[in-house]
């Protein structure tokens, strides 16, 4: 059991940067692998970055790769997003959420437990 809250989101410029946060209740946030998706207006939730329990492994979606690093501090409880170099098409609600599941977790079918999202809005 997890309780997930993001925060961080906002209005940007394009070429601008961002951190997201999510922030977990419990003591259990080092069992999940935890993720990170998006989903824009008219579109499907869709994958951004993966991050492994102990964060030696993370994935990335090609269209963020390069650009975009997720981390966590599991003493913290809290997941990161940084994102860089933004661009329009980067506008989204993100959420994160936490699987049981490892490896390459790109499926939002694979998440058990997700945050309520927050707003990432890129200027042209």
């Known amino acids: 059991q997890v309780q997930l809250v993001e925060s961080g989101g906002g209005l940007v410029q394009a070429g601008g940067s961002l951190r997201l946060s999510c922030a977990a209740s419990g003591r259990t946030f080092s069992s999940y692998a935890m993720g990170w998706f998006r989903q824009a207006p008219g579109k499907e939730r869709e994958f951004v970055a993966a991050i492994s329990r102990s964060g030696g492994t993370t994935y990335y979606a090609d269209s963020v790769k390069g650009r975009t690093t997720i981390s966590r501090d599991n003493a913290k409880n809290t997941v990161y997003l940084q994102m860089n170099s933004l661009k329009p098409e980067d506008t989204a609600v993100y959420y994160c959420?936490?699987?049981?599941?490892?490896?390459?977790?790109?499926?939002?079918?694979?998440?058990?437990?997700w945050g309520q999202g927050t707003q990432v809005t890129v200027s042209s």
């Open positions: 959420a936490a699987t049981t599941r490892g490896a390459r977790v790109a499926a939002s079918w694979e998440y058990d437990y």
